[in-house]
């Protein structure tokens, strides 16, 4: 079976894209950001939601376009040509194989605070059931996604309703500059950790072949998905920051809950990070097997991973999975930690924009399409050299992507 289930609408679809980004954003970087830029943290988030926004127009254009399991991988193969499509498939699995790992340990920093072992054990005991849940039917796979979607803006008014418990209302005001007083040195020094909260469209971008409608179920998820994350992360920010977790930076809502309910309090908090977390990779692998499911269906991995009857591309769940728990196995050895992780996997989303805004500048159906495209390159463009450049990763991705594309129309696998 080659075809996917056309089983998502606007609402199911909305579900699963904040299964897919609501995750580290939501349970630690509030508290990194904090630990970072201090007082300015909330101004970091204002800022990377402001340049998320035509980032996000620009993916509901294409994906609107050009619906493909392929997502930015087919946009700049419609675009460019066969090698782009593999030199940006590589790129964008770079950026999850590093993200959503970081996303598992998010939880499992969290479990760690009421469980002994190492925060990276339990991270791999979430990937596993997160990849398990893939083996029932893409239909009940999406029902399951938008029911934890419910369950987690629950748990997201908990978390937020016991920060507010906690905060001291006297001192609030003074921990919030005005934006005179900004120094914009370190509203930028967490950008691109921060910013790593606010990708995960990108990844959805994988699931437009699903849509029953793609032209108009796609977009009306992806609005719902960014306005109701908006929300979410500023609130959650905000308690953050009036609450500041001191020494628990990767788990704040669980030393908050800790400080205001005991020890029960804080149990209640780690159950529902992990419930958290577990939706949030359970989507994502949804998401990101799909593009493998399609980079194998065109022919550029060693085998052609199938849909079973039911619709789930197994084989590839079961690959991804295990790409996930080979950088967990990195950090359990101390090679990576979870700020590098999210720094180096934001750092390939933003370029990954770019290349969707390339993309759209040379497929542009009118001038409006092509006056987006290029201000979103300039943004991302000003973004990378702001931040520095450090591009070795996507690169090195990149040009293995190109050079297996070549070693591919050797051996007669096809060509631009």
Known sequence: MNELNKSLSATRGAGLMLNIVIGAGLLTLPGLAVETAGS??????????????PLLAVFIVMGRRFPNAGGIAHFARAAFGDKAYAAT????????????????????????????????????????????????????????STAAASGIVVALLAFI????????????????????????????????????????????????????NPAKDF?????????????????TAFVVQVAPPADAYEAPFAAIAGAVF???????????????????????????????????????LPFRPRANRRGSPVS???????????????DWLGVLDIRRMLTLAGQNF????????????RLRGGMMEAALSVFVVLLVVLLLVLEGLHLWYPLLLGMFGVLWFWFRSRRGGGGD
């Open 219 to 235: 977009p009306r998820a992806m609005l719902m998905s960014f306005g109701g994350v908006c929300a979410i992360y500023f609130a």
């Open 262 to 300: 005991g020890a029960a309090g804080k149990a209640a908090v780690v159950v529902l990070a992990a419930a958290i977390v577990f939706a949030n990779l359970a989507g994502a692998l949804w998401a990101v097997s799909r593009m493998v499911y399609a980079f194998g269906r065109e022919g550029y």
């Open 161 to 212: 309703a016991t920060g507010f418990a906690a905060a001291d209302w006297n001192t609030a005001g003074d921990k919030f500059p005005a934006p005179a007083e900004l120094d914009f040195r370190l509203v930028f020094a967490p950008f691109m950790m921060i910013f790593f909260s606010f990708t995960g469209w990108e990844v959805a971008a994988n699931t437009t072949e699903e849509f029953r």
């Open 89 to 144: 498939s590589l790129v964008f699995l770079g950026a999850v194989a590093l993200g959503l790992p970081a996303i598992a340990l998010a939880g499992g920093h969290y479990i760690a605070e009421i469980l002994p072992g190492d925060p990276a054990f339990h991270a791999a005991v979430l990937v596993v059931a997160g990849a398990a849940a893939h083996l029932a039917s893409a239909e009940t796979a999406a029902r399951v």
């Open 40 to 53: 300015h943290a909330i101004w970091a988030w204002a800022a990377c939601a402001l340049v998320a926004a």
């Open 316 to 330: 590839s769940v079961v690959l991804v999975a295990a790409v996930l728990l080979g950088v967990l196995a990195l």
């Open 350 to 361: 933003l370029l990954l924009y770019g290349v969707t805004a390339l993309a759209l500048l």
